[in-house]
């Protein structure tokens, strides 16, 4: 039996990528690395809770205004202690 998993995701990567593409003009150090961005998606995804969905409107569709509200605070957060993970990494990398 073959079974496709492609379009089981974690509902949380699409917020987080565009947080990680929106904050990263803020942190200059790490704005034009591709790879320091990806290691920032990396951590934030990290901190949060997946949720694991087939289609997202659906998902959309069962979250209360409370519910989405909460999670856009929790991936802001996530995403901002990402940056600051990743580029206290990055400094201590470059003392030696």
Not at 30 to 36: F, G, I, Q, R, V
Not at 73 to 83: C, I, K
Request: net charge negative.
């Amino acid at each position: 039996m073959s079974v496709d998993f492609t379009s089981v995701s974690n509902s949380n990567e699409r917020a987080v990528y565009a947080s990680v593409a929106a904050g990263a003009q803020r942190h200059p150090g790490l704005a034009h690395d591709p790879e320091l961005l990806a290691d920032v998606a990396c951590v934030a995804l990290n901190r949060l809770q997946p949720r694991y969905i087939r289609h997202a409107v659906d998902f959309a569709f069962y979250l209360t205004e409370k519910e989405r509200g909460e999670t856009e605070r929790q991936v802001a957060d996530a995403v901002d202690y990402a940056f600051g993970f990743v580029q206290a990494r990055v400094a201590m990398r470059a003392r030696g």
